[in-house]
T-cell receptor, first 114, second 116 residues
């Protein structure tokens, strides 16, 4: 158990809908990262937050947005969902925002868009 | 652009034998980090081992060791004394970190099957 929690574990929804994925980092970790793992794209970095502020963006679609709250939990919002958004979404956390910190991954949320 | 290449889609090994999973990387940065993660069939990503570009010694963590050859830009994972529970996907990743951010770039992964 990495100490990172994600809810829900599974999510099934229809095209065009909006969903919110939630992540709680390990105790004491200030940085949160979101990754998407799909069959065709592999594991891709989406976005990083540190102590409530966005720090880095990767291949995140405009239909997706995220935020980190004062209690450090983070939410990833996916809207206007398409079949291709079906994937495993991971949240990871680390102590700091610099590049010397290992990232610990949550169990993931498996999103299925039908 | 930074890139991670894992050329072995699948590997198999007999229980109790050692196995090497290949990883090569491409970067123009002098400072970088290399990671290996394990993903069992249950889906979670488990951190195994880390090697910094300036580390002179190869990293080791229990049965895992990282064979770091900087000039060849390779960071192979060696698992000694394989166990049935080692059957999983293994991902090599490189940390791209400048200016205070820290994203990981992953390879395509290698599926390891350990046979009794």
């Amino acid at each position: 158990d990495s100490g990172v929690t994600q809810t829900p574990k599974h999510l099934i929804t229809a095209t065009g809908q909006r969903v919110t994925l939630r992540c709680s980092p390990r105790s004491g970790d200030l940085s949160v990262y979101w990754y998407q793992q799909s069959l065709d794209q592999g594991l891709q970095f989406l976005i990083q937050y540190y102590n409530g502020e966005e720090r880095a963006k990767g291949n995140i679609l405009e239909r997706f947005s995220a935020q980190q709250f004062p209690d450090l939990h983070s939410e990833l919002n996916l809207s206007s969902l398409e079949l291709g958004d079906s994937a495993l979404y991971f949240c990871a956390s680390s102590v700091g925002m610099g590049s010397s910190y290992e990232q610990y991954f949550g169990p993931g949320t498996r999103l299925t868009v039908t | 652009a930074q890139k991670i290449t894992q050329t072995q889609p699948g590997m198999f090994v007999q229980e109790k034998e050692a196995v090497t999973l290949d990883c090569t990387y491409d970067t123009s940065d002098q400072s970088y980090g290399l990671f290996w993660y394990k993903q069992p069939s249950s889906g979670e990503m488990i951190f195994l081992i880390y090697q910094g570009s300036y580390d002179e010694q190869n990293a080791t963590e229990g049965r895992y060791s990282l064979n770091f050859q900087k000039a060849r830009k390779s960071a192979n994972l060696v698992i000694s004394a394989s166990q049935l529970g080692d059957s999983a996907m293994y991902f090599c990743a490189m940390r791209e970190g400048r200016g205070g951010y820290n994203k990981l770039i992953f390879g395509a992964g290698t599926r390891l099957a350990v046979h009794p």
